[in-house]
């Protein structure tokens, strides 16, 4: 495990019930340049008070604990009374055994940033960190999208916020919530990835969102998915 070494650019804390998974995949993210787990827990309960303690950049969560699951942990890094205390943002990749888990799709709208399945290989984890840190999902937007569809049968209509978007902000919302890349947006929209980037920042601040995982989310909800309107 590192112990807060000057190289360590990414803090992780690592949350399992089986200490023999922690052991490997601690291995596997020290070996990473760049980044190293800080600390880890057990279960749900030990991870909110961890993550408290340490402060770490990504948590990766094992969605079924004994005492607190995966879900609930998520859900209380991401209350907005621990969301305000922070000096920098939390982000949250899941760890599960099922694909498309609707458990993981409930940690996603309490603030993940996607999940992985726990026989991921190492290049994968390493990679979903550095993307999670990032600000970016791990997950295919098709397939987020999928693991969403299904968690919001009834949508509600959208907040009076989205209405102060201008109609630049709403396109690029609109194309950031269909998993385009700024890159991509850029050649939609006929501007620069820094006035793309300029137009992301704006739509996170006006709808009080923490990253573009949460754009997709908040799109599903309100059923805002595939328009600009």
Do not use: C, W
């Not at 094992?62 to 000096?87: C, H, K, N, W, Y």
């Not at 099922?98 to 993981?104: E, K, M």
């Not at 993940?112 to 726990?118: D, I, Q, V």
């Amino acid at each position: 495990m590192a112990s807060g070494a000057g190289d360590v650019v990414i803090k992780v804390v690592l949350v399992d019930d089986q200490e023999l998974f922690r052991e490997g995949v601690s291995v596997i993210v020290d070996a990473q340049e760049g980044m190293g787990v800080v600390g880890v827990a057990g279960d749900g309960l030990e991870a909110v008070r961890v993550v408290d303690e340490l402060q770490p950049d990504v948590v990766l969560m094992d969605i079924r604990m004994p005492e607190m699951d995966g879900v609930e942990a998520t859900r209380q890094l991401f209350s907005p009374d621990r969301v305000s205390r922070r000096e920098s943002p939390l982000r949250v990749i899941v760890l599960t055994t099922f694909n498309l888990d609707d458990r993981a799709a409930t940690a996603i709208r309490h603030g993940a940033s996607g999940f992985l399945l726990k026989d991921t290989t190492p290049v994968m984890l390493r990679d979903a960190i550095r993307t999670v840190h990032a600000g970016n999902a791990v997950l295919a937007p098709a397939d987020l999208s999928a693991l969403l569809e299904g968690q919001f049968v009834s949508r509600s209509p959208a907040p009076a916020a989205y209405l102060t978007l201008t109609d630049k902000e709403r396109e690029v919302f609109s194309a950031v919530a269909r998993g385009l890349s700024n890159t991509e947006i850029a050649g939609l929209v006929f501007a620069s990835e820094s006035t793309v980037k300029t137009h992301v920042g704006a739509v996170l601040r006006k709808l009080s969102l923490r990253d573009r995982v949460q754009i997709v989310v908040f799109a599903h909800e309100h059923g805002l998915v595939g328009t600009s309107d």
